[in-house]
């Protein structure tokens, strides 16, 4: 039998979110292999995911399955769970991780063959020693650098540097930070500076969403600014970066130049924020978004 060979897979943990406000507590669905899925989905690219969730959590693959994802879930005793508490004051959270999920091994992901594989870790020993590595000698990798500079210390979430950056880096064909982990990664302030430092390690593809700023792309020495596409009514942020992504990345695999994919990708991004929950658009809609 022939192996699958997708033009994207993702590899990240599916989480189980506990929200806690003051008088309701709800559980969903997150995670960046929940809403980077959620949006690709809706694209017409030969997708797959690579996930693992405990036995409880299996619905949230089928989900997807219902969505025309192409699943794979390894075996796993408990599915990451973190509780995010809002007390009176909505701008201020306390984030614990309540169970953490196996690591994604070397041997796990031998047998998938991608012509890219983006990662998204959410915590840092979500991917054993030697799996970027073994991902960069077969394909391209990109890379959600979020779950690498955080740690849990007795279940509270704290910020972590990544010891194994210089090593690593140069492996990341595309690599995806917001301006809070590039200052983190290369101890700069000023965006395009940080690009260019994260550039000389060895990354091609330098990715930063900026939020409402929009974001800018930093490759072969050239700096694209790409204006964020904001919806008319703003609703919801949670997994704004991860379609930002899936957007850039279907376009790029698809030979788009970076301008072309960042401004798609931002459409997409602006689409979502529009909406609560993951992106359920489509790429005529995407393609037709304007700024508000």
């Known amino acids: 039998m022939i192996e699958p060979v997708y033009n994207i897979c993702c590899i990240g943990h599916i989480t189980r979110d506990k929200v806690v406000n003051p008088g309701s507590v709800v559980n969903m669905p997150g995670g960046t292999a929940w809403y980077f899925s959620q949006a690709i989905a809706r694209m017409p690219v030969n997708y797959g995911l690579v996930t693992a ?53 070397v041997a796990q992901l031998s047998g998938i063959h991608a012509k890219l594989f983006h990662l998204g870790p959410l915590l840092a020993d979500d991917f054993e ?18 779950g690498l500079l955080r740690s849990v210390e007795d279940t509270r979430v704290v910020p972590a540097h990544w010891p194994a950056k210089n ?46 700023e929009g974001s800018l792309i930093y490759a072969d020495s050239v700096c694209h600014t790409i204006a964020a596409c904001k919806p008319g009514i703003f609703k919801d942020a949670t997994g704004c970066g991860d379609t930002y992504m899936a957007g850039y990345l279907y376009k790029r695999i698809q030979g788009a130049s970076i301008p072309e994919a960042g401004h798609f990708a931002s459409a997409m991004a602006g689409l979502k924020a529009g909406i609560s929950g993951p992106f359920n658009g489509t790429e005529e809609e995407v393609n037709n978004f304007a700024p508000a």
């Not at 020693?129 to 979020?146: E, F, K, N, P, T």
């Not at 940080?194 to 409402?212: D, N, P, R, W, Y």
């Open 167 to 212: 090593k690593l880096l140069p492996y990341i064909h595309t690599l995806k930070v917001n301006e809070h982990e590039l200052a983190v990664l290369t101890a700069q302030q000023d965006i395009t500076t940080g690009a260019k430092i994260l550039a000389g390690m060895g990354v091609k593809e330098v990715v930063i969403t900026l939020g409402s």
């Open 129 to 146: 020693d030697g799996v970027i590595q073994h991902l960069a000698a077969r394909s391209m990798v990109s890379l959600d650098v979020q």
């Open 53 to 105: 969730v405990g036995n409880d959590e299996l619905i949230y693959a089928d989900q997807l399955r219902h969505l025309n994802v192409d699943v794979t879930t390894l075996p796993c005793a408990h599915t990451v769970c973190f509780e995010n508490s809002y007390g009176d004051n909505p701008d201020h959270r306390e984030q614990r991780v309540l169970q953490k999920a196996d690591s994604f091994t």
